[in-house]
Every structure is written in structure tokens, then in C-alpha cells.
């Protein structure tokens, strides 16, 4: 398991109704069925993504999720993911306020653009790249790049209530000098939020 996956296993209920929008390969919902008997599916536009979710033996619908996300609020979701997917949105405000419909609790993970690497890259004067953005600027899917601090800020200004919050660096570990400093040295966060 990865730290993603060890995270939301901790967080997601035994038996939850989960629903993973950008879900890749499936891996995560897989991981979740495994640990904690969830049911749910996976969301997701790639269609060699979706045959990974289909042998992974995940249920998974193809669609766009900027083309919307509240034909699922009626399904009575526990959990909603979107796994480093909210920055390739092109209304992720949007998409958050829809979230928070479809789920009583969802777990976003975000890079942090203002990590001390992606920082140290932009004073060569080009886009820089990590582990967490590892595309090149003609070819990420990133469309809204933002900070830890950017996006603590939007949930305060939308109250969207963060439950639960982990800074992870460049390896995937978190740590008290991570905690301390996230907006400098996390390279990707991890939070639980709720209405």
C-alpha cells in the first residue's frame, strides 16, 4: 500500500458506500473493498484507465467530471474521493461545492505548487517539475495549480470544514518539520472535509 491508500483506509468506514471520481486505474477502490468491505465505484475519462479499473474488477463509469458531478447526490454516497484530480478541473471551486452534495465526507489530495522544489525550479526561470507534477508544461492536465495555503483558504472563504489534514513530502512521509511548514516543504496534502 501506498500513503494514499493507508490514509484513506484509515479514514473510509467498514461497509461505506464510496465513490472515486478520477479513479485511475481503480487501485484505491480495490484497496478500499479489500481492507474495508466498501461498495462503490470509480468515475473516470481515460478509456485505458477504465480497462484497468474493468481488471481490477472495479465498476466504473466514463465521464468527464467537469461535466458534472450531482447526477450522484441522490445515491447516498458516505465517501467521495478525488485523488490528485481537483487541479485538472477547469471549476474546481465548483466541483467541491458539488462534491460535498454527492457525499458526507470527501478526500481530496492536491500537489502543493508552493513546495520549496517547485519553488527553487521557478527561479531558473522555466515550469518546474516533481515527482507529484512530473508532466511537462505542454502536456500536464493540471489547469489550476495552488498552494496548501491557496486551498486552506478556499475551504475557510466556501466553509468547506476540513476534518482531518496530512502534509506528505517528496518521499510520502509526513513529519513534524512537514507539519510545521507545510506550505513550504509538503509536496502533496491529503484532507477529509465535511459540510
Known sequence: MNALEDIVNDW???NAKVIDFGCGDGSLLKSLSLAKATTGYGVENDPK???DCIANGISVIQQDIDAGLLQYKDMNFDFAI???????LRKPKVALQNILEVANKCVITLPNFGNWELRTGLLKGKMPSSPQLPAKWYET????LCTIADFEELCEVEKFHIHKKI???SQGKTSWLTNCFPN???AEAIYLLGK
Open 82 to 88: 478525488m485523488a490528485s484530480s481537483i487541479q485538472c
Open 184 to 186: 513550504f516543504l509538503a
Open 49 to 51: 484507465k477504465i480497462q
Open 12 to 14: 473510509v468506514e467498514v
Open 167 to 169: 502534509y506528505l513530502n
Open 141 to 144: 492536465s493540471n489547469l489550476h
